[in-house]
């Protein structure tokens, strides 16, 4: 069987059991369908600010994890929003308890903050604890970003 098609395979079957799981111990992502083949299940807050989780089970980048992403229309607004949160960055990563990984990607019109961990999907024994850590440091960016997704400047 080609690689990708099984690598979606797994996906799937992954977000299949995990987001009904979740969507029951956090309401945030209650009524949030999953896209089959995606490597990312997310939800939008307000315009241009995403909060989701992403499993990547490719040879070179299996990874999981759980992220800010910062994307409307407007290079400028996003790249606005991306700085107040960096403006926080000390309390926000404070807050969170782990050091997050900032992208604001000045030749893009999308920025990302995200937190990630070395696991693999692929490996049916790392399962409960990719479950684990997904439900972890989802509930843990909730909490430590709501307060600013809150104060963000409108346009």
């Given amino acids: 069987m080609n690689m990708g098609i099984r690598n979606r ?6 977000w299949q059991g995990f987001a009904p799981k979740f969507a029951t111990k956090c309401d945030f992502f209650k009524g949030i369908s999953v896209v089959n083949n995606h490597e990312t299940w997310y939800r939008r807050v307000i315009n241009g600010v995403h909060i989701g989780f992403s499993v990547k089970n490719w040879a070179r980048n299996r990874n999981v994890g759980v992220f800010i992403h910062l994307e409307s229309t407007c290079r400028e607004w996003n790249k606005r929003i991306f700085d107040f949160f960096e403006q926080n960055q ?4 404070k807050v969170f308890g782990e050091p997050l990984n900032w992208q604001r990607n ?6 990302r903050i995200d937190f990630t961990e070395n ?3 692929n490996d049916p024994l790392s ?5 684990d850590f997904l439900t972890k440091q989802m509930q843990k960016l909730i909490t430590t970003f709501m307060p600013y997704i809150c104060q963000v400047p409108q346009k």
């Fill in 127 to 131: 399962r409960q604890a990719i479950e």
């Fill in 9 to 14: 395979e797994i996906r799937n079957e992954f």
């Fill in 90 to 93: 000390a309390q926000i990563e």
């Fill in 119 to 121: 696991l693999n999907l």
């Fill in 106 to 111: 000045n030749n893009r019109i999308s920025s």
